[in-house]
């Protein structure tokens, strides 16, 4: 028995913060944000919305998608790295939320790498016959962490949630890889104590931080290291991998991904001009767009790769 992805979902902020607007916040342009990462806007959470709302809702939506009943799940389980209260966990306010009732739920903090956290997570659950049917969401409002008054950091980030439920079938992932280097963990630093105070007294309360240089160096190392690590493991070609779904931080960081994978950017989709970086959330936003829209197709070899604070990265390899 395998995971295999069965649903998915997502949900977006509704405003809207376009490269001209974060121009009259710090002193910035369209044209340095838009050549640097390909970011040209961003959606925000508003004030009654959160980690939790939005998750929510992506949830909802997977478990629609999927034909589950809420009584179906066996486990929640929540990457995040921005929720605003530290218990009940993230998780556990959607299970709440959506009634499901014989599920057990958690959360995992592994920056933008927690979505291929939680599906490795899920995959070890599934294969050791532990659990059948599992909810994973990525919920994020980096929004509420940045420093607004950074021009290097706060033009890169937005909110948003993405969800799948997979279940054990007999094809789906094929192998999946995550490491971690603790030893790196202070090029991308980020502080709870943000979260929930005004933006002129977040600043004093160290909030996100990052040599963005450091970071963009080791995301063109290390993803390729990993996809590689998984393909030559499992006898599989670049060539014949569909399409590289991976975490929508920076385009130039995927199109160097690319290029030294020797593989075409076209399966490289990018969404990041929409939403900016949002985390957790960005791969399976990216799924459910890729999957709703009709590009990605039952049976489709796919390589999904995150990397982020931690240091964090990981790779999971299957047919859709
Ligand atoms: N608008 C205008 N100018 C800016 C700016 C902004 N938003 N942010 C930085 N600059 C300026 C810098 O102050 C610097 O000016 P200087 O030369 O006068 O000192 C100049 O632009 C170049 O800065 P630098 O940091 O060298 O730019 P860069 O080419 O490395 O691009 C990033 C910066 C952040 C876009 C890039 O390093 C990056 O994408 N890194 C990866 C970040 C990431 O994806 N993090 C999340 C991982 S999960």
């Given at each position: 028995?395998?995971?295999?992805?069965?649903?998915?979902?997502?949900?977006?902020?509704?405003?809207?913060?376009?490269?001209?607007?974060?121009?009259?916040?710090?002193?910035?342009?369209?044209?340095?944000?838009?050549?640097?990462?390909g970011i040209?806007?961003?959606?925000?959470?508003?004030?009654?919305?959160?980690?939790?709302?939005?998750?929510?809702?992506?949830?909802?939506?997977?478990?629609?998608?999927?034909?589950?009943?809420?009584?179906?799940?066996?486990?929640?389980?929540?990457?995040?790295?921005?929720?605003?209260?530290?218990?009940?966990?993230?998780?556990?306010?959607?299970?709440?939320?959506?009634?499901?009732?014989?599920?057990?739920?958690?959360?995992?903090?592994?920056?933008c790498?927690?979505?291929?956290?939680?599906?490795?997570?899920?995959?070890?659950?599934?294969?050791?016959?532990?659990?059948?049917?599992?909810?994973?969401?990525?919920?994020?409002?980096?929004?509420?962490?940045?420093?607004?008054?950074?021009?290097?950091?706060?033009?890169?980030?937005?909110?948003?949630?993405?969800?799948?439920?997979?279940?054990?079938?007999?094809?789906?992932?094929?192998?999946?890889?995550?490491?971690?280097?603790?030893?790196?963990?202070?090029?991308?630093?980020?502080?709870?104590?943000?979260?929930?105070?005004?933006?002129?007294?977040?600043?004093?309360?160290?909030?996100?931080?990052?040599?963005?240089?450091?970071?963009?160096?080791?995301?063109?190392?290390?993803?390729?290291?990993?996809?590689?690590?998984?393909?030559?493991?499992?006898?599989?070609?670049?060539?014949?991998?569909?399409?590289?779904l991976l975490h929508q931080a920076n385009k130039?960081?995927i199109?160097?991904?690319?290029?030294?994978?020797?593989?075409?950017?076209?399966?490289?989709p990018v969404n990041l001009e929409?939403y900016g970086n949002t985390?957790?959330?960005s791969i399976?936003i990216l799924?459910?767009?890729?999957?709703?829209?009709?590009?990605?197709?039952?049976?489709?070899?796919?390589?999904?790769?995150?990397?982020?604070?931690?240091?964090?990265?990981?790779?999971?390899?299957?047919?859709?």
């Amino acid at each position: 028995m395998t995971t295999r992805i069965i649903g998915t979902g997502s949900a977006l902020p509704e405003e809207v913060i376009t490269n001209d607007d974060m121009a009259k916040i710090v002193d910035t342009s369209d044209e340095w944000i838009s050549s640097r990462t390909g970011i040209r806007q961003r959606k925000l959470v508003g004030r009654d919305e959160n980690v939790v709302t939005l998750g929510t809702e992506a949830a909802r939506k997977a478990l629609e998608d999927s034909g589950t009943a809420p009584e179906e799940i066996d486990l929640v389980l929540t990457a995040t790295s921005s929720s605003e209260v530290y218990f009940p966990n993230v998780a556990c306010q959607i299970q709440g939320n959506l009634h499901l009732t014989n599920a057990v739920a958690m959360d995992v903090s592994a920056a933008c790498s927690g979505f291929l956290f939680v599906l490795h997570i899920a995959h070890a659950y599934i294969q050791s016959g532990v659990y059948r049917k599992i909810l994973l969401v990525g919920a994020e409002t980096l929004s509420r962490l940045i420093d607004w008054e950074d021009r290097t950091t706060c033009v890169l980030f937005g909110d948003g949630a993405g969800a799948c439920v997979v279940e054990a079938q007999e094809t789906g992932i094929i192998d999946a890889v995550l490491h971690s280097d603790g030893g790196m963990g202070h090029v991308l630093t980020g502080s709870a104590a943000a979260l929930v105070t005004p933006k002129s007294e977040a600043l004093a309360a160290h909030p996100l931080h990052m040599d963005g240089q450091a970071v963009f160096k080791f995301a063109v190392k290390k993803v390729p290291e990993c996809i590689q690590e998984l393909l030559e493991r499992n006898q599989v070609e670049a060539d014949d991998v569909k399409w590289y779904l991976l975490h929508q931080a920076n385009k130039r960081i995927i199109q160097s991904v690319a290029k030294r994978m020797h593989q075409p950017e076209e399966k490289f989709p990018v969404n990041l001009e929409y939403y900016g970086n949002t985390s957790a959330a960005s791969i399976p936003i990216l799924l459910d767009e890729m999957y709703h829209s009709g590009q990605i197709k039952r049976g489709d070899r796919c390589i999904l790769s995150g990397f982020g604070a931690g240091l964090t990265w990981g790779a999971a390899l299957l047919d859709w």
